[in-house]
């Protein structure tokens, strides 16, 4: 069963609007949370990394008042685009891992979430 | 040059058909991912590897560390095997992942 859960899986609102995306590790402690966007035909971009009870690390070219990221949690971390626009529509996915399993474990990827800004 | 490359970029192939999908790296890395993105988006991992071979039903995947190469091969391929496969390399234990651009693969029945 799926590890991480990310919440909702498709949104579309009007242009001006914010949205949050949340993301869950279900069955695991995600010391790190990672915020990945991804436009059609293209690979994963890393936008962010949260380590929870810290600030997130945006990477370059990523606007950190744009993108909020809240990892107040073990089990829990938030994307929060503000004042969307439409050339914020993409395909969102979160990962997560933890520091304290062994170190052969993988990341774990929610499902996504296609956000549609008019 | 992308750090990660991978062969071919689209893969169409007869149900039953031995399926074999590259990845080349040129950096030194800690573990090597093969994940499964479906077409509604959501992505599972398959296999980490940092040496060898693993097999997990009829997906086997292998790494060779000196060549700094990884193949995924899927034996007896199946419709439900269409998807696109990324392979993603951790650079240290703590890194971040690098992804390739993925392959595309259909099988077709």
Known sequence: GAVVSQHP????????????IECRSLDF???????????????????????EGSKATYEQGVEKDKFLINHASLTLSTL??????????????????????????????????????? | KNEVEQSPQNLTAQEGEFITINCSYSVGISALHWLQQHPGGGIVSLFMLSSGKKKHGRLIATINIQEKHSSLHITASHPRDSAVYICAVRLGSQGNLIFGKGTKLSVKP
């Open chain 1, 29 to 51: 402690q995600a010391t790190t949370m990672f915020w990945y966007r991804q436009f059609p035909k293209q690979s994963l971009m890393l936008m962010a990394t949260s380590n």
């Open chain 1, 80 to 118: 929060t685009v503000t004042s969307a626009h439409p050339e914020d529509s993409s395909f969102y996915i979160c990962s997560a891992r933890t520091r304290w399993f062994p170190r052969d474990q993988p990341q774990h990827f929610g499902d996504g979430t296609r956000l549609s800004i008019l």
């Open chain 1, 9 to 20: 899986s498709r949104v579309i609102c009007k242009s001006g609007t914010s949205v949050k």
